[in-house]
């Protein structure tokens, strides 16, 4: 039951926001029901380590081990994000309450949407979910009503709705070949896994080609990218530290889950693909961020680079899957934290631009330190979590003997290090001093504090129950 | 034998004769649509009649080619005629004469020299719709190309009378999507072919936007007559084509006896009316493309026409 | 009525459905195209239509009438009215590509679309293998046209225009799904919804919808 609660409350919370009086009611709202997510997460969570699945409605609505780890994540980046929001909104739109309360019930919508996706057992509902939440983001992309803000809007909402379209063709395909091994099979998940030794080998390829291209779009892989670094260098940080840390992961999931049923394929080599793919993004990204001049675009291609990670682990097999699903959490925490981090830098300078920002460490040593160590979790370095995650990531390799692979992959890793600490050590460290607008939003300060304390925790001691879910998780996505 | 060359010649006198009044009662079918008090549909017989008995003025300029292009023009589609299934659906005497490609290398002689007897005469506005004229043409060979590959392809034959045979053989085949495609790419071919609308407009009399029409400028007399009937007997032959060959290939006499020929006739004439109809609604529901859209207008008729032989060799 | 007439039928419906793809590739004018679009969603209903009378399903129907209700009447007339200064220009639109070329590089795709189609395509004759391939081509030059588009209300209808070719091939192998087939029903009427506002602010605000102009959002940095 707790399951169902958890898109309710946002739902609520919306509705709470739309009341016309002062954004108060609106931000407690939003925050009450994130917390309460989180909660309600967390005890999903539990109830899947001890028992494997729990279904609320058969057929229709239930969590697993994996959908248990996206929703904790979700969870708690929808909170960091709503605190964020408060300061940051609250200057950027100060004295416009309606804008405000629009802000918090749109945000309020489309985490309700995100927590959709993870909880649904049929592939049909869960792409209805996906499409919702980007057709409940497209304004918050836009948020900021200025010409390149609109441009990123469009742009956004142009193709990743054609990539949910021309993924939906091959949920249609994958249904089709459901229905023509059996005719009254349930189109959930598990059935689709089951049944796909015997589903017509054409239409799975068909299938896997058009679901990879088209979610992939929404994922942000190489050539579909193209979206990505304008619609974050555009959106407001909150939404950006959703979008990257959050959405995407969760449309990964939906490709993560069918990769069972593409593997039946026989001799069909469906994790070579992902591992080209991978590799792809990675290195596209890499090259990507060396020429790079606005700090948030910069993280936008970080976020591709760390997809193109995670499918390069997916494809290498059963402990790169391990891996990856570790990967994707830890990228999520750490790449809303940078988002936080940056969004401060843009609240004190009013600049995206890397080369106007300088010195940072003099005129701001919080928001120094917390870009810095920002900068330092997604370029993977110890202590924080991503190290780990991006350590087992090679290690797996390794054991899977994709030594190319691998050699590849720590190459690419190693430009997109330099590609995102060089101009981040220039903007902390660098000579001459950027004039310093206002003053940081306390809750800004404090969202930034709460995000690096478990990527610095994770980094140093992985929980049980974690390990016991990612093993659960990893387990589900290989066949 | 003797029978089949009569019923041959029999063919091309039925073209010679029908295609004024098919040309008259098209004329007549789209001005009644446009709401004028049309001429009678037999006006094109006395127009002809007119021309033969005035005198010719020949410009001192022109040489062999424009004298003799008229009767070169003339002779061409009843050349076309004694190849193709008109009136019949067994092979006459001349059948296996020209196939299919034959037919159209003889139409594009004709086009030939209507395009240098446009040059002939030193009028300026004769090379203009001449290269026009060449132009349109250009375009439309591949179409033709595709289309006679795609038809022959499922006939395994490329004489119109087997392909008649083989093309269409039951209702049901007659929606297949290469038969619908091949059939509206073949209708743009006929309008773009015999310069109606939205290519070319029949009606028109500045020279400065004739594409078609031009041919006939500098011809007086008799010689005009010719290249009019030719233009006339052009449009029924191409129709003659798409009706017998591609689409409706029924209501044509099996054998020679003169009960069935007459009935041929009448049948072939109500499948021209119902053809006429048609081409009369389309062309005054479209208006003149500008000469840079015609390559476009032209290039989707490819598309299509590819599409149909696409859709015919996967058996769809 | 015979079984081999309604595959006919439906033959004669993915035959027009592509020839208007084309047509959208080869047309100018947005009015024209939105009127292709229109044509284009009719020609959707009438296969369902067919598949519906052939396979006794109500499912199909449902989805016929909501195809027709939806793409026929809604959506062109909440473009048209939220849009309609845009409709009235008769401007025309921007090609990066010239159209014969567009139309070769569809008429490749087409081939590409039924080659990787055939194989799926069961014994003839089906539902299935005439309408998977024209889908599939659809979606493809739908596709293509997209990205040589520059103006953003053509953009929108080469998006709608690959939903409507999605649609075209699901029709065929839809299962007894009553809810997917809502649901997306539904879905591109809120899809206009968002886009037509979203079109409105960048109208306002910009003065052009001449979104291959907007090149602001480049490396060389923003404010």
Redesign the interface.
């Known amino acids: 039951m707790i399951i169902l609660l958890i898109p309710l409350l946002p739902v609520l919370a919306a509705l709470l926001s739309l009341i016309p009086v002062r954004p108060v009611l609106a931000r407690a709202a939003t925050l009450a029901s994130a917390v309460l997510a989180l909660i309600a997460a967390v005890a999903v969570a539990l109830q899947v380590a001890r028992s494997g699945m729990v279904t609320t409605v058969a057929g229709w609505v239930g969590s697993d081990a994996l959908s248990a780890l996206l929703l904790m994540l979700q969870a708690v980046l929808a909170v960091t994000a709503t605190l964020y929001s408060f300061g940051y909104i609250g200057r950027e739109a100060a004295e416009d309450d309606v804008r405000q309360r629009t802000y918090y019930a749109n945000l309020n919508l489309f985490i309700a949407s995100l927590f959709l996706v993870p909880i649904l057992l049929q592939p049909a509902l869960t792409w209805v979910a996906v499409e919702l939440t980007t057709l409940l983001s497209v304004f918050l992309v836009g948020f900021n009503r200025t010409a390149e803000g609109l441009e990123a809007a469009w742009k956004y909402a142009i193709l990743t709705i054609m990539g949910a379209t021309v993924a939906v063709l091959g949920i249609l395909l994958l249904l089709y070949g459901l229905h023509s091994v059996s005719a009254g099979l349930p189109q959930t998940w598990a059935a689709l896994d089951s049944a796909a030794p015997r589903m017509p080998p054409d239409v799975l390829k068909l299938a896997f080609i058009l679901v990879l291209v088209g979610f992939g779009t929404k994922v942000g892989l190489f050539p579909l990218h193209t979206w990505l670094p304008d619609a974050h260098s555009q959106a407001p940080s909150p939404v950006c530290a959703l979008l990257s840390g959050v959405e995407v992961g969760t449309v990964l999931y939906v490709i993560l889950r069918l990769m069972p049923v593409f593997e039946a394929i026989p001799g069909f080599p469906a994790r070579d693909w992902l591992l080209a793919f991978g590799l792809l993004s990675v290195g596209a990204a890499a090259f990507l961020l060396l020429q790079v001049k606005d700090f948030k675009r910069m993280l936008a291609y970080s976020t591709v680079e760390h997809m193109g990670i995670i499918l390069t682990a997916v494809g290498f097999g059963s402990a790169g899957s391990y891996a990856g699903l570790y990967q994707l959490m830890t990228h999520g925490l750490a790449k809303s934290f940078a988002f936080y981090a940056a969004g401060a830098v843009l609240l004190l300078y009013r600049t995206r631009n890397i080369a106007e920002v300088r010195g940072l460490i003099r005129t701001s040593p919080f928001t120094a330190t917390m870009l810095l160590a920002s900068a330092l979790a997604i370029a993977g370095v110890p202590p924080f979590a991503v190290f780990l995650s991006e350590f087992s990531v090679l290690r797996s390799g390794l054991l899977a003997g994709a030594g190319w692979a691998v050699g590849l992959l720590g190459l690419f890793i190693a430009i997109a290090f330099i590609g995102v600490m060089r101009p981040v050590g220039r903007m902390v460290f660098g000579d001459g001093t950027s004039v310093r607008a206002e003053r940081l939003p306390r809750s800004v300060i404090l969202a930034l504090t709460l995000s690096v304390i478990p990527l610095l925790a994770l980094g140093l001691y992985t929980p049980p129950l974690l390990h016991h879910l990612l093993a659960l998780a990893s387990s589900a996505i290989t066949r | 034998m003797v029978t089949s060359l009569l019923v041959n010649l029999l063919q091309v006198l039925t073209v010679l004769l029908l295609a004024p009044l098919y040309k008259g009662v098209l004329s007549w079918l789209e001005e009644t649509i446009q709401g004028k008090v049309a001429a009678s549909p037999l006006q094109p017989y006395y127009d002809l009649g007119k021309l033969m008995r005035k005198g010719r003025v020949i410009s001192s300029e022109a040489s062999w080619i424009f004298h003799f292009a008229p009767y070169i023009s003339f002779v061409v589609p009843i050349a076309v005629t004694l190849l193709i299934p008109a009136l019949t659906s067994f092979p006459l005497f001349f059948a296996f004469a020209g196939d299919m490609v034959g037919a159209g290398f003889i139409l594009g002689l004709g086009g030939f020299f209507t395009a240098l007897a446009a040059v002939d005469a030193a009028n300026p506005y004769g090379p203009m719709g001449a290269s026009r004229t060449r132009m349109v043409s250009l375009l439309v060979e591949p179409i033709f190309i595709i289309v006679f590959f795609t038809v022959s392809f499922v006939a395994n034959s490329t004489i119109p009378y087997v392909v008649q045979q083989y093309w269409v053989r039951?209702?049901?085949?007659?929606?297949?999507?290469?038969h619908?495609?091949l059939a509206?790419a073949f209708v743009m071919i006929i309008l773009a072919e015999n310069g109606r609308l939205p290519v070319d407009n029949p009606g028109g009399h500045v020279e400065l936007a004739m594409i078609d029409e031009s041919k006939n400028l500098e011809y007086s007399g008799p010689s005009l007559a010719l290249v009019k009937w030719a233009g006339h007997m052009k449009l029924m032959v191409l129709s003659l084509v798409f009706l017998n060959v591609l689409v409706t290939p029924w209501g044509l006499a099996a054998t020679a006896s003169p009960l069935a020929l007459a009935s041929a006739v009448v049948l072939v004439a109500l499948k021209l009316l119902i053809f006429a109809v048609l081409i009369a609604v389309i062309e005054t529901s479209l208006a003149k493309l500008r000469l840079f859209r015609i390559?476009?207008?032209l290039?989707?008729t490819?598309?299509?026409a590819?599409?149909?032989m696409?859709?015919a060799i996967?058996?769809? | 009525m015979p079984i081999s007439l309604l595959h006919g039928l439906n033959a004669l419906a993915a035959a027009l459905f592509l020839i208007t793809t084309f047509m959208f590739l080869a047309s100018r004018q947005t009015a024209a195209s939105l009127s292709l679009y229109v044509r284009q969603g009719l020609l959707l209903s009438a296969s369902a239509l067919v598949q519906a009378y052939a396979l006794h399903s109500l499912d199909l129907l449902l989805f016929a009438v909501i195809t027709v209700i939806a793409k026929a009447v809604v959506i062109p007339w909440m473009l048209r009215r939220s849009l309609a200064p845009s409709f009235q220009s008769r401007r025309e639109a921007e090609l990066a590509v010239s159209v014969p070329t567009s139309l070769l590089i569809a008429i490749a795709v087409s081939l590409v679309a039924y080659t990787i189609a055939q194989p799926l395509g069961g014994t003839m004759p089906s539902f299935i293998a005439v309408n998977l391939p024209v889908g599939l081509a659809g979606l493809l030059i739908s596709i293509y046209a997209l990205s040589v588009r520059r103006e953003a209300l053509p953009q929108f209808l080469s998006l709608l225009m690959l939903d409507n070719g999605v649609f075209f091939a699901g029709v065929a192998i839809a299962t007894t799904s009553p809810v997917w087939e809502l649901a997306a029903a539904l879905e591109a009427i809120i899809v206009t919804v968002i886009v037509a506002l979203l079109f409105r602010a960048i109208s306002e605000r910009i003065g052009t919808t001449h979104v291959g102009r907007l090149s602001g959002l480049r490396e060389e940095g923003s404010r």
Do not use: C, K, R, Y
């Not at chain 2, 209702?171 to 290469?178: E, G, T």
């Open positions: 039951s209702a049901a085949a007659f929606f297949a999507p290469s619908v495609l509206a390559s476009e207008f290039g989707a490819f598309a299509t590819v599409v149909a696409v859709a996967f058996h769809m």
